[in-house]
């Protein structure tokens, strides 16, 4: 699993609970859910990405013609 100290060292103290004897414990929920976000901008940016790169090789085909 994810140790707490790791998901810390990122920023990610949202998802990460001590309790009073000090243990830390990850909310794997809260984690799956900011996997599900990581992903569906990835996926957007990649989209753009990829609408970017086509019309560029729309463009150059035109030049050819």
């Known amino acids: 699993g994810v140790i707490a100290q790791e998901a810390e060292s990122i ?20 984690l799956s859910m900011l996997k599900i976000a990581y992903l569906e901008r990835e996926n957007k ?3 753009q990405m990829l609408t970017n790169i086509s019309d ?10």
């Open 11 to 30: 920023g990610l103290y949202n998802i990460v609970h001590t309790d009073e004897n000090g243990k830390k414990s990850v909310d794997y929920t809260s």
């Open 45 to 47: 940016f990649l989209k």
């Open 56 to 65: 560029k090789l729309d463009k150059l085909e035109k030049k050819i013609q």
